[in-house]
Nanobody, 126 residues
Framework: QVQLVESGGGLVQAGGSLRLACAASGRTISSYTMGWFRQAPGKEREFVAG????????RYSNSVKDRFTFSKDSAKNTVSLQMNNLKPEDTAVYYCAGASRAILSSQTRADAYDAWGQGTQVTVSS
């Protein structure tokens, strides 16, 4: 099973930027569908962005499209999430996730992923 460790969270003002990184170990992420999820207090964990293991183009939730950029570096076994023009509603704990099995129709469902990082807090002040 792959182990995932996130970094890069913090406190930023609205309109600012942050870059989250997820370092994988134990298995290569090339064999995983990878994704970023977030969970705000009192809310369910929601899909932010991700890419199928054989995919070329990332998928984004409507709430972050055109502001966030997902990238994968198979050589370094890492994925990252560049977040620009951050809004207070982006405040949440952000999680890196990996799915080892085919999840074609379940890419945005948290229960389709079997590997999770510990999460990193992102707080956007208004």
């Amino acid at each position: 099973q792959v182990q995932l460790v996130e970094s890069g969270g913090g406190l930023v003002q609205a309109g600012g930027s942050l870059r989250l990184a997820c370092a994988a170990s134990g298995r290569t992420i090339s064999s995983y569908t990878m994704g970023w999820f977030r969970q705000a207090p009192g809310k369910e964990r929601e899909f932010v962005a991700g890419i199928f293991r054989s995919g070329t183009y990332p998928r984004y939730s409507n709430s972050v499209k055109d502001r966030f950029t997902f990238s994968k570096d198979s050589a370094k076994n890492t994925v990252s999430l560049q977040m620009n023009n951050l809004k207070p509603e982006d405040t949440a704990v952000y999680y890196c996730a990996g799915a080892s099995r085919a999840i074609l129709s379940s890419q945005t469902r948290a229960d389709a992923y079997d590997a999770w990082g510990q999460g990193t807090q992102v707080t956007v002040s208004s």
